[in-house]
């Protein structure tokens, strides 16, 4: 509103530089407090081992004990006194008999008056020091006694520095620590200032609350997007996967902090994200997905970023899409064998020949019709009934024999709900497809013309309930068997024309996966593919592999 006073906000990184500098200040004020008391206790400790050294010194003296006993002890110990003062630094020495009344004095008026202090613990002959206010201001003072031959107290020696004198002593240690203190704190500041200039580069001068907002919109972002993100460090360790992510490559878990490699993820797809070159729309199988592949470098080795996007759907799609283009393209070639049939047979009966124009069409008829009643008599599943029509007029077209085995049967309505026509038409066409290619591949290696057998029948043998059974065995060299580990692998392909992704047979392993039901590989003159798939299959979630 106008008028409205803004609120200062003030940026993160100007909250850490204020609360770093007062940090900074309250060290380094810290720091010189502790190092003035140390040293204004080692020197005023040194003050009293001086004073008590000057005053043993002096009371030791045979010339001060010669006085003391003498007629005028003043004549003869204040020059005394006054020389060792100046020559010792000390402040004050006085000599004064055992009733405290004083022979030397910096000061000649005090003399003869009585000394300012305890001299108790003296005259008991011990040395003793204290601080205490006398004639000179404040002072740190010792006083010793003066013994004779027979070690009786004959006088006592009292020497001082005065408080200010050592204060004066303090001045220049003092100066130099409030500079370097000064040079401390300055420095700090500095370097503080330098480090959240940077740091108000990266948060781009954002307060604490606003990137907490900032925080949550990307979290949000993240995990409401239909595309799969994940975020890798430079040693290829996951830094975030978003809910997409996990949907699609079928995890779940904690995954901050595994590597890549420990999540139990395809192989081909590892290889993909760990290749030193970035993956552009590079298509993948998961255990129920198919995915879209797409990695980057994060600035200089920083880490990588991968996307991925559900292509299963427009996979299936398009599985079903080339299944209507083939249907389309054999009713083509049937229409224009039936066109030809049609001229043979006008032709005959205009030459006259009318027995054997119809012979021949009844023929033609009867072949067609002999496969179309047995598919039909066989498989009541409509859908499984018109891919294999849909089928056999295709690899008729190739020269290709399809035929259905004597034991095939799926009445109408025993598949359940739950085993979708999507799924039937991606195993049996994809099983289809290749036993013709492989038929026709070996065609040249066996005599006789290439033939594709298709089983489709409930089986009732399993111990764990019915499966419904495909197989499909051609006529073609089979496979081999040091590859059977690899058939079911996306980019495995027999082909060498260069047209084949090697996806078929991926996709027939993965719906079999996610139905519940296997896939086996055999031999007979060719190979021969059998999927079981359980009539009450549950779909699996596949969890992430602990590392």
């Known amino acids: ?34 190092a003035y008391l140390s040293t204004a206790g080692r020197t005023e400790a040194a003050a009293r081992r001086q004073v008590t050294a000057v005053a043993r010194s002096v009371a030791d003296s045979p010339s001060v004990l010669a006085a003391v006993t003498g007629p005028d002890p003043t004549a003869v110990l204040q020059p005394y006194a006054e020389q060792v003062r100046a020559d010792t630094g000390v402040s004050f020495i006085t000599v004064m008999d055992t009733a405290g009344v004083r022979w030397t004095h910096p000061l000649p008026e005090q003399i003869g008056k009585p000394y300012l202090g305890h ?146 993820l395809p192989e081909a797809l590892v290889a993909a994200v760990l290749g030193a070159e970035p993956v552009r729309d590079e298509v993948h199988l998961t255990a129920e997905r198919v995915v879209v592949l797409n990695t980057s470098t994060i600035g200089t080795g920083l880490g990588r970023v991968l996307t991925l996007r559900d292509h299963t759907e427009l996979q299936a799609l398009s599985g079903e899409l080339d299944s209507v283009r083939g249907f389309t393209d054999a009713l083509g070639a049937q229409a224009h064998e039936a066109a030809n049939r049609l001229h043979a047979v006008v032709s005959l009966i205009e030459l006259g020949r009318h027995e054997e124009a119809v012979e021949f069409a009844t023929a033609e008829l009867a072949l067609a019709q002999r496969l179309t009643d047995r598919v039909v008599a066989a498989v009541g599943e409509p859908v499984l009934a018109a891919l294999l029509l849909g089928k056999a007029a295709q690899a008729a077209e190739r020269g290709v024999e399809l035929t259905l085995t004597g034991d095939s049967r799926i009445d109408d309505g025993v598949l359940p709900p739950g085993l979708s026509a999507r799924d039937l038409i991606t195993v049996l066409g994809n099983l289809v497809d290749n036993a013709v290619d492989a038929a026709i591949a070996g065609s040249a290696a066996f005599p006789g013309p290439p033939e594709v057998t298709v089983t489709a029948r409930i089986d009732t043998t399993a111990r764990d309930g019915e499966h419904l059974l495909l197989r499909v065995a051609d006529t073609g060299t089979g496979i ?15 082909k060498q024309d260069g047209r084949g992704h090697g996806l078929g047979l991926a996709l027939v392993a993965q719906t079999a996966r996610r139905n519940g039901g296997t896939v086996e590989v055999g031999r007979d003159r060719g190979a021969v593919l059998t999927v079981r798939l359980p009539l009450a299959a549950v779909p699996r979630r596949r969890e992430a592999v602990a590392p």
């Open 1 to 34: 509103m106008p008028g409205t006073p803004r609120r200062l906000v003030r940026s993160l990184a100007g909250q850490l530089f204020v609360v770093q500098v007062v940090i900074v200040a309250a060290v380094v004020a810290g720091g010189a407090v502790l």
């Open 119 to 264: 001299i108790d613990w003296a005259l008991a002959g011990e040395t003793r020091s204290e601080t205490y206010t006398g004639t000179l201001g404040p002072s740190v003072r010792v006083v010793t006694p003066v013994l004779d031959e027979r070690h009786r107290v004959v006088a006592l020696v009292s020497t001082g520095i005065t408080l200010q004198s050592i204060s004066a002593q303090l001045r220049g240690p003092l100066l130099a620590l409030v500079g370097v203190a000064a040079a401390a704190l300055a420095v700090g500041g500095f370097g503080t200032y330098l480090a959240n200039s940077r740091l108000r580069r990266h948060t781009h001068g954002m307060g604490p609350a606003e990137l907490s907002h900032l925080y949550e919109y990307h979290q949000a972002t993240l995990h409401s997007v239909r595309e799969g993100l994940v975020l890798l460090d430079r040693r290829h360790r996951v830094v975030l996967c978003n809910d997409a992510a996990r949907e699609l490559l079928g995890l779940s878990g904690d995954l901050e902090g595994r590597p890549v490699d420990g999540l139990g």
């Open 480 to 494: 081999d068997p040091a590859a059977v580990d690899d058939v079911f692998r996306r980019g495995w392909s027999t």
